[in-house]
C-alpha cells in the first residue's frame, strides 16, 4: 500500500565517525532469544549500512543463566552489545513480571540517556519491549516497531503488540491485512510499511547444522522420528495451563515410549513458564535417552533441528513463521496463537492429547506431506524485507515524527 518516499533530512543526522562523516544513530532493542533471531538479518545490514550507527541494547532473559544467557550468541555473531540491562526474571508470577517491567523503563531510560539514540527499533510483543517503547516515549525517541498488527489472542502478548504500536512512529508489517490492521489502529499509512517478515530473509540458504552436528553439539542421537518441542506459557488461560501442562506432557511422552527424539528447549519468562519447565524437566528425568530439554539452541541451531525434525509441536511463533519456509509439519497447540494468519501447512489442535495426536498422525499422511512441498508462507514475500526496512530507517525523516496526529479513517 505505501511507497518508499523518502529522504534524509541533515538535521537528523548528528553522529559523526572518527573520519568525520555524518551517521544516524539507531538504538535495536532485543530482550529473548526469539526476537534477536527475528531482527538478526536487519541487524546484519544496519551494521554494514555506512549511514548507520548501530548501537544494541540487549535485555531480558538474555542476560539469564536460567535461560542460557543468550547474550553470547549477539557478541558470537559479532555485533557489539553496547548495553546490558539485567531485570530480574526470578519471580515470574503477574506481580513479579509487572514489577519488572515497570522497573525496566527506569533502567531503559537511564541507558537512552546514556546512548542518545535518534531512533530505536523493537520488535513484536513481549513486556520487556513494551517498557523499552514506553521509556523512549518519555525521552522523546522516536521507535521503529516490527511485526506490528498481527493478533494472538490467546496472550496478553496481544494487548501488548497493539500497545506498542501507539507508542511507535514508524511500522514494519509481514502481511498487507497486518499493515490494513495498524492503520486502523489511527497509524499514518505513510509510516507503515508492508515488507513481508525479516526474520525469513535467506533463511533456505543458511548454513544449516547436519544431523551429526546437532547430535554432537546438543548431546543426543536422532531416532526414525524426531520432534522439536516449544510450548509458552498462555497467559490469558491461566487457570487451566495446568491441565494444558498435563496434556503436553502426556503427548511427549507416548512418543517417547515409542522411540521417538524429542528436543524440547524452555519456555520464556512469562507468567507461568517455571511450571511448564518443571514438567519438561521430568520428562527428561524419566527418558533420558529420548527427550532433551535446552535453555536455548541459538537461531541456527534451532532452525538447523526445526528442518531435521518430523513436525514442530507446540505454541512458539516459529512453528507459524518459520516452519512453513522449511516445508517442515507444524502442530500448532492451543490458542495462544489464534488470530494469526496460518500457512495451509499449519495443523491446528485443541490442548487435549486425542487432538494432538490425531494432528500429529495427519502431519505424515501421504497427502499432506505432498502438499507441504508447495506450501506458500504468507510471511514470506521476496526475501528482501530487512533491506526495505534499513532502508527505511537510514532515510525516513524524523524531524518532528514524535508529534503523531490520529489518522482517522474515512
Given at each position: 500500500m505505501?511507497?518508499?518516499?523518502?529522504?534524509?533530512?541533515?538535521?537528523?543526522?548528528?553522529?559523526?565517525?572518527?573520519?568525520?562523516?555524518?551517521?544516524?544513530?539507531?538504538?535495536?532493542?532485543?530482550?529473548?532469544?526469539?526476537?534477536?533471531?527475528?531482527?538478526?538479518?536487519?541487524?546484519?545490514?544496519?551494521?554494514?549500512?555506512?549511514?548507520?550507527?548501530?548501537?544494541?541494547?540487549?535485555?531480558?532473559?538474555?542476560?539469564?543463566?536460567?535461560?542460557?544467557?543468550?547474550?553470547?550468541?549477539?557478541?558470537?555473531?559479532?555485533f557489539l552489545v553496547d548495553e546490558k540491562v539485567e531485570i530480574?526474571?526470578?519471580?515470574?508470577?503477574?506481580?513479579?513480571?509487572?514489577?519488572?517491567?515497570?522497573?525496566?523503563?527506569?533502567?531503559?531510560?537511564?541507558?537512552?540517556?546514556?546512548?542518545?539514540?535518534?531512533?530505536v527499533v523493537v520488535l513484536g510483543d513481549r513486556y520487556e519491549a513494551l517498557s523499552m517503547a514506553f521509556a523512549s516515549l518519555l525521552m522523546s525517541v522516536p521507535?521503529?516497531?516490527?511485526?506490528?498488527?498481527?493478533?494472538?489472542?490467546?496472550?496478553?502478548?496481544?494487548s501488548i503488540r497493539h500497545a506498542i504500536t501507539k507508542l511507535s512512529h514508524i511500522h514494519f508489517t509481514a502481511t498487507e491485512q497486518y499493515q490494513k490492521r495498524v492503520i486502523q489502529l489511527g497509524e499514518d499509512p505513510a509510516k507503515v510499511f508492508n515488507i513481508g517478515e525479516?526474520?525469513?530473509?535467506?533463511?533456505?540458504?543458511?548454513?544449516?547444522?547436519?544431523?551429526?552436528?546437532?547430535?554432537?553439539?546438543y548431546k543426543f542421537c536422532f531416532k526414525e522420528k524426531n520432534y522439536l518441542v516449544t510450548f509458552h506459557p498462555v497467559t490469558h488461560e491461566a487457570d487451566s495451563q495446568e491441565k494444558?501442562?498435563?496434556?503436553?506432557?502426556?503427548?511427549?511422552?507416548?512418543?517417547?515410549?515409542?522411540?521417538?527424539?524429542?528436543?524440547?528447549?524452555?519456555?520464556?519468562?512469562?507468567?507461568?513458564?517455571?511450571?511448564?519447565?518443571?514438567?519438561?524437566?521430568?520428562?527428561?528425568l524419566n527418558y533420558p535417552q529420548n527427550v532433551v530439554l535446552l535453555d536455548s539452541m541459538g537461531r541456527l541451531g534451532y532452525l538447523s533441528m526445526m528442518k531435521a525434525s518430523t513436525a514442530v509441536l507446540g505454541n512458539s511463533s516459529s512453528g507459524i513463521v518459520e516452519a512453513p519456509s522449511l516445508q517442515v509439519p507444524s502442530i500448532n497447540i492451543g490458542?495462544?496463537?489464534?488470530?494469526?494468519?496460518?500457512?495451509?501447512?499449519?495443523?491446528?489442535?485443541?490442548?487435549?492429547?486425542?487432538?494432538?495426536?490425531?494432528?500429529?498422525?495427519?502431519?505424515?499422511?501421504?497427502?499432506?506431506?505432498?502438499?507441504?512441498?508447495?506450501?506458500a508462507n504468507p510471511y514470506y514475500q521476496n526475501g528482501t524485507a530487512s533491506k526495505q526496512a534499513m532502508q527505511i530507517i537510514t532515510k525516513v525523516d524524523l524531524k518532528g515524527i514524535t508529534k503523531?496526529?490520529?489518522?482517522?479513517l474515512e
Open positions: 505505501t511507497k518508499i518516499s523518502v529522504s534524509i533530512p541533515k538535521e537528523t543526522l548528528l553522529f559523526a565517525d572518527e573520519a568525520g562523516h555524518n551517521r544516524r544513530k539507531v538504538c535495536c532493542f532485543t530482550g529473548t532469544r526469539a526476537d534477536y533471531g527475528l531482527l538478526k538479518p536487519l541487524l546484519l545490514e544496519l551494521k554494514e549500512a555506512s549511514e548507520i550507527c548501530l548501537q544494541i541494547l540487549a535485555s531480558g532473559s538474555h542476560l539469564s543463566g536460567d535461560h542460557g544467557y543468550t547474550v553470547r550468541e549477539i557478541e558470537k555473531d559479532g530480574d526474571l526470578q519471580d515470574n508470577s503477574p506481580v513479579g513480571v509487572s514489577n519488572s517491567a515497570g522497573k525496566a523503563v527506569g533502567l531503559y531510560a537511564e541507558a537512552l540517556k546514556r546512548l542518545h539514540p535518534e531512533l521507535v521503529a516497531h516490527i511485526s506490528g498488527g498481527e493478533l494472538t489472542q490467546g496472550a496478553i502478548d496481544d525479516i526474520g525469513l530473509d535467506g533463511i533456505r540458504e543458511l548454513p544449516f547444522l547436519s544431523r551429526v552436528e546437532l547430535e554432537e553439539k494444558q501442562i498435563l496434556e503436553i506432557s502426556k503427548v511427549i511422552e507416548s512418543l517417547a515410549v515409542a522411540n521417538s527424539m524429542l528436543v524440547i528447549t524452555k519456555a520464556n519468562a512469562d507468567a507461568g513458564g517455571d511450571k511448564i519447565n518443571e514438567a519438561f524437566a521430568k520428562l527428561k490458542t495462544r496463537q489464534q488470530g494469526r494468519i496460518f500457512a495451509p501447512s499449519v495443523l491446528q489442535a485443541e490442548a487435549e492429547y486425542g487432538a494432538i495426536m490425531d494432528a500429529l498422525k495427519l502431519s505424515q499422511s501421504e497427502e499432506y506431506l505432498e502438499a507441504l512441498k508447495n506450501v503523531k496526529l490520529f489518522y482517522d
